[in-house]
């Protein structure tokens, strides 16, 4: 949403509290849209399984097979009004290292916080998801999910949220609607060709006010 469309919103400060305070936790980037207009399709959550399994598919409650549904979230959608985006920026190569573990971790935790943060702006409820399994980012050095194994209470739940790609948002859509393109300071930008090329890893949060 840009800031124009925003100003003429009567929910504009209690959305712009929340997109300061996405930036102040360490954000690059956030922005706000309405919820009906995030995009939900079923074979985003189906790549998780196929062609080429995930490693952390079925190892987590936040991950498919557990995971709640594309349709099941496209009918939760409805009782919320507003998508909180916000992304962290880091150099393209570092997704292909540990490094990327590092930016998912906090992309959680901020998913995490904004969610908990949010009724003290304003928003009746609120709910975090984030790129990434928290499987993966959290507990493999375990041989299995302590939720799902032995139904304890995850110990990691201050900090952890579902995966975007469990329940279907089409991540293209999303920043497109946001305007942000997919690789910020990549060839289609005005970065220099000599700077290292960016892209991103991101998370939201669902609002209800």
């Known amino acids: 949403m840009s800031n124009h469309q925003l100003a003429g919103n009567q929910s504009a400060p209690l959305l712009g509290g929340m997109l300061a305070r996405a930036l102040h936790l360490g954000a690059s980037a956030a922005a706000a849209l309405p919820a009906r207009d ?3 399709a079923d074979h985003f959550a189906a790549l998780c399984a196929a062609p080429h399994r995930c490693p952390s598919y079925g190892l987590a409650p936040g991950c498919p097979p557990h995971s709640q549904s594309p349709a099941g979230f496209r009918a939760e959608l409805a009782d919320y009004r507003w998508v909180l985006v916000f992304r962290i920026d880091v ?4 997704l292909r290292t540990g490094k990327r573990l590092e930016v998912a971790r906090r992309i959680h935790a901020l998913a995490a916080t904004l969610e908990t943060e949010a009724p003290g702006f304003g928003f009746t409820r609120a709910r975090g998801l984030a790129a990434g399994s928290c499987f993966e980012l959290y507990c493999a050095d375990r041989d299995r999910c302590a939720v799902l194994a032995e139904h304890l209470p995850c110990p990691h739940q201050d900090r952890v949220r579902p995966s ?3 329940v279907g948002v089409d991540f293209t859509a999303l920043t497109a609607a946001v ?3 997919l690789a910020p300071g990549g060839e289609s930008s005005s970065q220099p060709a000599t700077e290292p090329a960016l892209s991103m890893l991101a998370g939201l949060v669902l609002l209800a006010d």
Not at 91 to 94: E, G, K, N, R, S
């Open 38 to 40: 995030l995009v939900v």
């Open 91 to 94: 150099p393209a190569a570092d």
């Open 164 to 166: 975007l790609s469990a």
């Open 179 to 181: 305007h942000w393109p």
